[in-house]
């Protein structure tokens, strides 16, 4: 029997993706032990009786003591206060790694409190689903996905290349860039279209001319499309807004400096415009499906009614 | 064998509304026989091979003359042209319909063409995916979706009803309402969601500082999702946005006035308000699924890397 990667795994938080995580290290063989921490009593009893983990705790400082990768796996809000929490028990040559949307904060926010021997390899898995909880985890969720990985310039290498090796068994694809271009880059791939997700239905929902009950009957119109997006965890995107702010704001200026010249272009009746801009759109969706971004269930589900007319 | 309840149906254009139509006639025996127009020799051919039509047509005229419905399924900008070809030709009685997204337009533009004695009643499916042509076609596309109907007040009864029972009898929940109000709700459920993922598609595919390979590979962030949107047919979305263009520039500029004060709640580090926009919007996904309106193969995607982080 060979060595799994890890001998002992602590999840603090277990959530999407903490127990998709906890699944898939467990089918791969990855982690000796898997135990996590969360201050939630349900969470603790779905992670037990689901299996997810061999023992659960309720804070974070005891689930890392004596673990060879600490994994921070709650809404980002809460990183510096964990860190706070294990910097003092982590022991010499522990990984701590994350799973956090944003970047750029998880070397402000969690360095300062890790001891100078413990790595910090910052990574991002690229997936997710708008459901949340330890119930909603399953072991295929990395598969084809991309994990960037943000490690700073002083990283130990060979940290670094066990991460990576953590992720790509559980099907990942691994990129690794700065903590800043990750943000600049998730700011544009998620962070605004989720923004924009939250924000029609927002509006939808506030409408006096249209009644909720009409918006919902006549969701097939592509609104529907949206509120899946915009049923993801709020603290979690709370969390992604407050501490990615500079890049957001940036894209999002960016975002309706074009939706104001499409505004004007419908006001005066530009077809050309128009027409340009529809079809340029739609040769970058044919790209993600032939980059296998797009899943085969997802593709599927397109030849019942989906968005369109 | 009862009669079916068209005679001869002819559907000018065959795209994917109308090839869905064809099957769902078919599968349901609600036409005697269905014949199609359109001006693409290829499309011509696909009915032909598909089975979808007992005859092709290159014009709209040859096709309506001696139909009982007439069925106008082209991008709505061709809607005007087509009512002055067919006009001459659609006998007494006949009935025509269409299911174009927008309808006061269809008053405006096809009524003053047809005579007296022939019946006008507008409708619309709201439904669809983003795949185009006489190949994307399914029988069961209209199956637990709203129809909505925007007869003018002086309809004639029967006609509205025979056209209520042609949709209820493809599997298709039917409302009526008038075309103005069609217009508000599609507005703010179809038309400005699919103009806003026009809209970041297009603006991801022209940053400088984040390469279109790299939105392309993070998609799965919940920019995906919106490039499904915005993959819709180029034609058929121009028609929309200049023939709804009041409408959508109402709903757009709520949208717009909504975005703002997120935009000032990011700034300025709000986190309450932002918490309670995304919970709020959490709840109107749910009462969509509890209506039906999502369906179980989108549910089914949601297991495997869809929307989320």
Redesign the interface.
């Known amino acids: 029997m060979t060595e799994p990667l890890f001998r002992r795994v602590a999840l603090i938080g277990i959530g ?2 903490g127990s998709s995580m906890a699944l898939a290290m467990r089918r791969h063989g990855l982690a000796g032990e898997i135990v996590c921490a969360t201050r939630s009593e349900k969470s603790r009893a779905a992670a037990l009786r689901l299996g997810l983990v061999d023992a659960v705790h309720e804070d974070a400082a005891s689930a890392a003591r004596g673990a060879d990768l600490v994994v921070l796996a709650t809404p980002i809000g809460a990183f510096a206060r964990i860190a706070a929490e294990i910097g003092p028990v982590v022991a010499a040559g522990t990984i701590v790694t994350d ?1 956090g ?1 944003v970047k750029g904060m998880v070397l402000r926010d969690v360095g300062p409190h890790l001891p100078l021997n413990v790595h910090l390899v910052p990574g991002h ?7 949340s909880g330890p119930e909603s985890g ?1 072991a ?4 084809n ?2 994990c ?1 990985l943000t490690p700073p310039d002083d990283a130990d290498a060979a940290a670094v290349d066990k991460v990576e090796a953590l992720w790509a068994a559980m099907g990942a694809k691994v ?1 690794r860039m700065s903590a800043q271009h990750h943000d ?3 700011a ?20 006096e ?2 009644t ?1 009950s ?19 965890d ?5 969390d992604i ?2 501490n990615n ?1 500079e890049a ?2 940036e ?2 200026g ?3 400096e ?2 104001t010249a ?2 004007r272009a ?2 005066w ?1 530009e ?1 050309d415009a ?2 340009d ?6 040769a ?5 499906v032939d ?1 296998g ?3 085969p ?2 593709d ?10």
């Not at 989720?194 to 929902?205: C, E, K, Q």
Request: hydrophobic residues 50%; without cysteine.
């Open positions: 999407l993706i799973v949307s898995p690229v997936a997710g689903t708008e459901h399953f295929e969720l990395f598969e996905r991309w960037i990129d600049l880059v998730l544009i791939t998620s962070h605004v279209p989720h923004l924009i997700a939250y924000n029609i239905v927002g509006t939808a929902s506030d409408l001319a249209v909720q009409e918006v919902i009957k006549y969701s097939a119109g592509g609104f529907r499309d949206f509120t899946r997006i915009a049923a993801s709020p603290t979690m995107w709370r807004f407050l702010r957001v704001l894209m999002l960016r975002f309706v074009d939706l499409l505004q419908i006001r009746g077809g128009l027409f801009l529809f079809t340029k759109t739609r970058i969706r044919r790209s993600i980059a971004q797009e899943t269930a997802a599927f589900g397109r030849r019942v009614p989906g968005g369109g007319e």
